[in-house]
């Protein structure tokens, strides 16, 4: 029931060949597989289309990549993004053993003219790696799951850790908590690679409680401000090759790369780390929406923002034509309150992970048609988590943190997700909240009228800091340069971020027409006065109406200018697009949606 967490051209016609294909309006989704095996994917709660074998080079049927190095295993395989709206059934992929691998990879793609790509576990919305429809032609998937998982934690202040960037997230928390540390916040989904998260500025819920005293050694905005240093493959011009790098984050280059949307191939990070620390989170879904959601001012006495100031990390789910939201409080608590269950590993929510068959049966009716079943799939999904929170007894819980910031399996409801952050004072959390669930609640309610049910997944809101350059514990040349949470110098005041997702299954009928109404209202509402968009770079965004990260004007024209507002001229989007371009002159680290995005 939840799923999680990562484009302006000249006009739209051009940018349209790496959005997905336009839908027709009853079509499930755009896919190899059957319309019965799509219907039988629902019916198991998830996707069911997984890459599970390998097709040797040798035995492969179709020409391997011509020069590939012999020492390097290579072999097709399947690849699919987390919603299955992109998926190819073999692709070639290559395991590199070690860094000085991807450099000898990085190089015979040069000299062959082939693209490499950073293959992980392929928990992405958007098409960074491949786009919809895609052959995986010219394009080798290079997989560091395989090998590059080292992961090394040294004392110091700031404790750091040295990780490859084909571990997950959940053996470098395992591995933190050994050692006594944690990070403040991260992805819900523990599968997740460091590499993937620090690619798109991935994110958790969390920014200071009132009274609260930041753990040194810790953020409140994105994972790519944790950098310390990280080595790359990046051109060499005077060896007149590529080569690994190593750079500090005191380096003014450093801040294109520390979220690179993919447009730069890292091997290895040090993270800086703080002291572990223990979590209570409580659950409610017993706040209605008009309450939850009210305006400022209104006497509303248990609002979203009021939970945010007094434990500073929550996230709200609600579901679509529902009334109450399930909202779950993160707060610091060192000792075990006394009704509070002790965890001892994460994803406690199980109930979350799989749809019983009372769920799956409405969701297959509804990706087979029928979707003015949409109202009720939502009561169900809300009746579900209350059912379970209570007998699961995980209503109330307490652990060490990565025991209740990893939630969410590779199991759940496999959808498609628009994403954005709003930046703004934390005064104004509530302002944005209820602006948002109020317009989104009215064009849920006007589609129905009209007997049109796009959304059947619920909006998700969290709150977030910004990647301040003060949460750093070595000298920094500043924030990520194309990090959703960027702070904006000519607004001091804004040190938050609101995030704010709708989702909804793949090819669910105007599903696109809906987030591009959505998309326009968010860039015209969030517009600078009292506060700003950014997209989210691994959901969707740049929608028409019929795709996702295919509209030209805001690629070209409103993404970018979201990252140059009041940035200086020598340090904005346009800098990251320079930096970047001047490490990889022949674009082998790059896609169809990042050559339209950072040309």
Partial sequence: ???????????????????????????????????????????????????????????????????????????????????????????????????????????????????????????????????????????????????????????????????????????????????????????????????GVLAIGGHGTAIPATGETPVPGTTYGSLSNLIVSFTAVVWDSSANAYALRTFGRSEAASKAFLTHLGRAFLTEVVLQVGANQRLRCQSWFDIPWTQLFAAPGSGATRTFAGYVESAGRVEAIWFPFTDNPWLKVWSRSPSRPLLSRTVNSPYNYGFSDSLPKQATDLIAQIIAGNGSLTPTFGQTQIALVGTGLITTATYDIWGWSKNLLLYVRPTTLQVTANGYAILTNRANIQRVVNEFCTYYRSRLTAYQDQGRYPMNGPVEIRVTGLDATGDVGVTSAGSPQLSAVRPRPDHSDWDVAVWLDILTVPGTPYSHQFFREVEAWIFGTFSGNYAAVRPEWSKGWAYTTTAAWADGPTIGTAIPNAYRAGQPAADNWDTARTTLNSFDPHRIFTSPLLDALLP
Wanted: aromatic share 6%; proline share 8%; no cysteine.
């Fill in 1 to 195: 029931m939840e799923s999680r967490h990562v484009a302006h051209e000249d006009h739209e016609d051009h940018v349209a060949e790496f959005g997905p294909a336009a839908e027709p309006a009853a079509a499930p989704r755009a896919r190899k597989t059957s319309r019965r095996s799509v219907l039988a994917a629902a019916a198991a709660g998830f996707a069911g289309w997984t890459p599970l074998s390998r097709i040797s080079a040798a035995a492969a049927a179709t020409p391997t990549p011509p020069n590939f190095p012999a020492a390097i295993p290579l072999y097709r395989q399947a690849y699919e993004n987390w919603s299955g709206e992109i998926a190819v059934d073999d692709v070639w992929t290559a395991a590199p053993a070690s860094p000085a691998d991807v450099v000898t990879i990085a190089n015979w793609a040069h000299a062959n003219g082939y693209r490499i790509r950073a293959r992980a576990s392929g928990h992405n919305w958007s098409p960074l790696i491949l786009p919809a429809g895609s052959q995986g032609a010219g394009v080798v998937l290079v997989d560091t799951t395989e090998h590059l998982t080292a992961v090394t934690v040294t004392a110091g202040s700031p404790a750091t850790v040295r990780t490859q960037t084909g571990v997950t997230m959940e053996t470098l928390l395992t591995r933190l908590e050994t050692a006594g540390y944690g990070l403040t916040a991260a992805p819900a989904p523990g599968d997740l690679t460091v590499g």
